[in-house]
């Protein structure tokens, strides 16, 4: 996977923000949505198309496990894939590698047994503030078990859209796993949260 150019649509980069923003008083998590391709030049090409929250309180591995299997179907009708994981501390200073979050560590382990090539994201709020480049640290594991850095390009575009929906307020309209565990009506996948943003 060396080489791999990593690019995020919108949607999927303010979700991630949205999910934190909601829940800022506790740790949250979610699942990243895409595709690999090979471009034209040979390279290897991966698109974060979407992002699903999962989490905001302690999270459960039978209900993981469930939401796991609610977003693989929904993943079989868009021809897309679970390609990674993202994970926020509340704690903003253990934010810099999985190993600082013991319950990141897990999952990362998991679904890189399941998934090879699957990218894990850690989020540094406080860079958000500073509109720096970097808030999104990437890894996924080299062949020697090894953790790498990868770069997820962030776009200009993926700013200016995160900025309409925290103007917009769309992170309390946001529902993780864990609402629709205690309200069915509330849709994780969040298909209509950003109608309203242009």
Partial sequence: MTGTEITIDNIAYAKIFMHALKNSYDDVCGVL?????????????????NTVPLFHTHILFAFLSLAFTMIE???????????????????????DHISNIKICDIISDTLIKNCSDALICL???????????????????????????????????????????IS???????????????????????????????
């Fill in 33 to 49: 949505i895409g595709k690999y391709y090979n471009s034209e030049n040979n390279k290897k090409k991966c698109v974060i198309s």
């Fill in 73 to 95: 179907k929904n993943c079989q009708e868009t021809g897309e894939r679970i390609i990674g994981y993202y994970h926020i501390s509340a704690d903003d200073s253990k934010n």
């Fill in 123 to 165: 989020v540094k709020i406080s860079k958000l503030k500073d509109d720096e480049d970097n808030c999104i640290k990437a890894f996924r594991q080299e062949g020697n078990g090894k953790l790498k850095n990868e770069k997820i390009q962030i776009s200009s575009k993926n700013k200016e859209f995160l900025k309409k929906s």
């Fill in 168 to 198: 917009n307020h769309e992170y309390l309209n946001i529902h993780d796993f864990d609402d629709h565990l205690n309200c069915i009506n509330c849709d994780f996948m969040n298909p209509n949260l950003f109608k309203d943003i242009s």
